[in-house]
């Protein structure tokens, strides 16, 4: 498991090496879109995780900072990142950024209402099933996200590369934390608030119109053409043109993981789009709604 955000080299690093006085810092682009340059702009924290089995020997690499651990451990690492502490947020930031006018993932957590959705789903609704690994702290970790990581300015990476392949996430990402509320009798899935929240964000972003109620391209998606061809008559601010047309796709457990209807979620996740669809400036007031 290795955690490290590395995007794009970006030209406002580039920019900060040239006032420095380092000259040819421009990426070149290959035919492929493939961006290589002479620097990389990588965040500090980084994690690997190796299941320790080298019947030949290895290198010290925990000396290095290496967690080398079995593969439980490893499975279990990746199980609390992917689904709770790091990529949900991400993907919850990703489609509302779009939708927002954002270019950047730093400048999103400088927004009231958008840190405070990544916080009520990463804090609020996923540590109560978060897997813990026991090499690293959960908590510790999703701090670090939250407050030191996805704010960095050094990091410049955008909501439309990460919103890409929404489609092919959001079972991970979001159904399995739905599918742990729905395992244990204690929890209640239905009571979840800020998953669904993103979840409707996600397919208010697939009408490919913004906040400001002009279109928007969207990011590539295996699912892109079926899946907004089932919003096709669907207009912002006309809530008769809406008849039911998320149904399908909320029931689709290749898609969430789960039945959103039988998890008690699909209603709600088709009223809060309603609320995001509601006109132009609906997903502002929307967030605002929820999270004050």
């Not at 406002?12 to 290589?36: F, H």
């Not at 030191?148 to 392949?165: E, K």
């Amino acid at each position: 498991m290795i955690d490290k955000i590395t995007p794009r080299p970006a030209d406002q690093v580039k920019a900060v090496l040239e006032e420095l006085g380092l000259e040819d810092m421009a990426p070149i682009v290959t035919s492929r879109n493939t961006y290589i340059a002479p620097y990389v702009n990588a965040e500090t924290p980084e994690y690997l995780v190796i299941e320790d089995k080298f019947p030949n020997g290895r290198p010290a690499l925990e000396a290095a900072g290496v967690y080398m651990t079995d593969r439980d451990t490893v499975n279990n690492t990746e199980r609390m990142k992917v689904t709770t502490c790091l990529n949900p947020l991400h993907t919850a930031l990703a489609v509302y950024g779009c939708l927002l006018g954002y270019n950047s993932i730093a400048s999103e957590m400088q927004d009231a209402q958008l840190k405070a959705l990544v916080e009520k789903i990463g804090y609020g609704e996923g540590m109560p099933v978060v897997v813990n690994p026991g090499i690293i702290d959960p908590l510790d970790f999703i701090h670090e996200v939250i407050d030191l990581r996805l704010p960095n300015p050094y990091i410049p990476d955008m909501p439309q590369r990460i919103a890409t392949d929404t489609s092919q996430k959001v079972a991970i990402r979001f159904g399995e934390t739905i599918k742990s509320y729905m395992e244990r009798p204690e929890l209640d899935p239905g009571t979840l608030t800020y998953i669904p929240l993103a979840l409707a964000g996600w397919c208010r972003y697939l009408l490919a119109v913004d906040d400001k109620g002009e279109a928007m391209e969207l990011s590539s998606d295996p699912m892109l053409t079926q899946l907004t061809g089932k919003l096709d008559g669907v207009s912002l601010g006309d809530r008769d043109s809406y008849k039911g047309n998320l149904k399908e796709v909320l029931s689709n457990p290749v898609i969430f993981g789960v039945n959103l209807y039988e998890a008690g979620l699909g209603d709600k996740v088709e009223s809060m789009f309603l609320e995001l669809a509601a006109g132009p400036g609906a997903v502002r007031a929307t967030l605002v709604k929820y999270l004050g």
